[in-house]
């Protein structure tokens, strides 16, 4: 099998992951940095460090996870000079990550200058979303000029999921009709029809759509204005919050699930309301897919929160009976893959999301595609 290296390059940590066909062989996580008392002084000497450890024999390519593709790159794409400028031009877009990942990028191609280097896009999965699904009801040539429309992120995790999603219904990817919804710090949903993103939460940025861990999801834009005028607030300041401080974090002073259903559980009402925020945001993206789709036949939950809250699942589904929509409770609290009854018209399902396994994958079809795989 030809072996493939996964990179998903972060401003201070690499996460690597290295693939013999489907089999993980090695996988690592260098942290902090450039820190004081980090694990390695820059970039390059972290992905030195992870080439001397994890034996390259037979690598037929790199593949890097890289947030933001806009509207230029709509699927997995070698990696040339032109590629790279592209990138970079794209960086106001994604200010955050897309800088890192241009610096695994170049940091690789010095490393292994001999093995082809493949960007896997989160955008890319959502460019079949059709026009309106992605346009913005803003000035048109303002939007044009500036790349104001909606890109949506996760796309990885909704294509691996949408796939074993059909795989667990027993039907062909093309014949299915799925919404998945990825809950972790960060989160989003996606309808999907028949393996095509046809409409996604998150926008032009990650902020968008669901509550998050840090991330408020959708607000009223006149918010950002009301805080510039009223409270004083400068704009960074702003967007810091919205970004950082907001979501479950704003909500409840902590962003992680599990202690705030815990809290939920101890008779807070602070965390109970935040979690009621949190399901019914999730319950207005699952109703508005279904208008969307049609006809759905499974909706299914993952990443961190989606594959381990029964709390998260059972309440933002709750009700929906008259939909078709059911959860059964045992197999909810066990995390079963199929959480619904049997015979239910929509199956819910708990699919575990695996991003690197997809970059791999998509790494490699890239490569048969374009004919520069070797080993």
Same mark, same amino acid.
């Given at each position: 099998?030809?072996?493939?290296?996964?990179?998903?390059?972060?401003?201070?940590?690499?996460?690597?992951?290295?693939?013999?066909?489907?089999?993980?062989?090695?996988?690592?996580?260098?942290?902090?940095?450039?820190?004081?008392?980090?694990?390695?002084?820059?970039?390059?000497?972290?992905?030195?460090?992870?080439?001397?450890?994890? +034996?390259?024999?037979?690598?037929?390519?790199?593949?890097?996870?890289?947030?933001?593709?806009?509207?230029?790159?709509?699927?997995?794409?070698?990696?040339?000079?032109?590629?790279?400028?592209?990138?970079?031009?794209?960086?106001?877009?994604?200010?955050?990550?897309?800088?890192?990942?241009?610096?695994?990028?170049?940091?690789?191609?010095?490393?292994?200058?001999?093995?082809?280097?493949?960007?896997?896009?989160?955008?890319?999965?959502?460019?079949?979303?059709?026009?309106?699904?992605?346009?913005?009801?803003?000035?048109?040539?303002?939007?044009?000029?500036?790349?104001?429309?909606?890109?949506?992120?996760?796309?990885?995790?909704?294509?691996?999921?949408?796939? *074993?999603?059909?795989?667990?219904?027993?039907?062909?990817?093309?014949?299915?009709?799925?919404?998945?919804?990825?809950?972790?710090?960060?989160?989003?949903?996606?309808?999907?029809?028949?393996?095509?993103?046809?409409?996604?939460?998150?926008?032009?940025?990650?902020?968008?759509?669901?509550?998050?861990?840090?991330?408020?999801?959708?607000?009223?834009?006149?918010?950002?204005?009301?805080?510039?005028?009223?409270?004083?607030?400068?704009?960074?300041?702003?967007?810091?919050?919205?970004?950082?401080?907001?979501?479950?974090?704003?909500?409840?002073?902590?962003?992680?699930?599990?202690?705030?259903?815990?809290?939920?559980?101890?008779?807070?009402?602070?965390?109970?309301?935040?979690?009621?925020?949190?399901? *019914?945001?999730?319950?207005?993206?699952?109703?508005?897919?279904?208008?969307?789709?049609?006809?759905?036949?499974?909706?299914?939950?993952?990443?961190?929160?989606?594959?381990?809250?029964?709390?998260?699942?059972?309440?933002?589904?709750?009700?929906?009976?008259?939909?078709?929509?059911?959860? +059964?409770?045992? *197999?909810?609290?066990?995390?079963?893959?199929?959480?619904?009854?049997?015979?239910?018209?929509?199956?819910?399902?708990?699919?575990?999301?695996?991003?690197?396994?997809?970059?791999?994958?998509?790494?490699?079809?890239?490569?048969?595609?374009?004919?520069?795989?070797?080993?």
């Amino acid at each position: 099998m030809t072996r493939i290296l996964v990179l998903n390059t972060g401003s201070s940590s690499v996460k690597y992951r290295l693939f013999d066909g489907t089999e993980t062989v090695a996988k690592g996580l260098v942290e902090r940095i450039g820190e004081p008392g980090g694990e390695a002084r820059d970039h390059e000497t972290a992905l030195q460090r992870i080439m001397d450890q994890i +034996d390259l024999t037979g690598l037929a390519a790199v593949g890097h996870r890289v947030v933001h593709g806009g509207s230029e790159f709509t699927r997995a794409t070698i990696i040339d000079d032109t590629v790279v400028a592209a990138v970079a031009r794209l960086v106001p877009l994604a200010p955050l990550h897309n800088p890192p990942a241009l610096s695994g990028i170049d940091v690789a191609r010095k490393l292994l200058p001999d093995v082809p280097q493949v960007a896997v896009f989160d955008t890319a999965f959502h460019a079949t979303i059709p026009p309106e699904g992605v346009t913005y009801a803003i000035d048109a040539a303002l939007a044009q000029r500036w790349g104001v429309r909606r890109y949506g992120f996760h796309g990885t995790s909704h294509a691996y999921v949408a796939r *074993r999603t059909a795989e667990l219904l027993g039907v062909p990817v093309q014949q299915a009709n799925v919404i998945t919804v990825h809950l972790g710090n960060g989160a989003s949903a996606c309808a999907v029809q028949g393996g095509r993103s046809v409409a996604t939460s998150m926008g032009m940025s990650p902020q968008g759509g669901l509550v998050m861990g840090t991330r408020s999801g959708d607000i009223d834009p006149a918010i950002v204005f009301h805080l510039h005028r009223v409270a004083g607030l400068s704009f960074d300041e702003v967007e810091n919050m919205l970004t950082r401080d907001a979501g479950m974090r704003g909500l409840t002073g902590e962003n992680d699930m599990r202690v705030v259903e815990q809290r939920m559980e101890d008779g807070d009402p602070v965390a109970t309301l935040a979690i009621d925020v949190y399901c *019914r945001r999730i319950r207005e993206y699952v109703g508005a897919y279904l208008a969307v789709l049609g006809r759905v036949d499974a909706i299914s939950f993952t990443a961190g929160v989606g594959e381990h809250s029964p709390i998260v699942r059972g309440r933002t589904l709750a009700g929906l009976s008259a939909l078709g929509i059911e959860v +059964d409770t045992e *197999r909810n609290e066990r995390n079963a893959p199929v959480i619904s009854p049997d015979g239910a018209p929509v199956a819910v399902c708990v699919v575990p999301t695996d991003e690197e396994l997809e970059i791999a994958e998509q790494t490699r079809a890239t490569l048969a595609a374009s004919g520069a795989g070797r080993g």
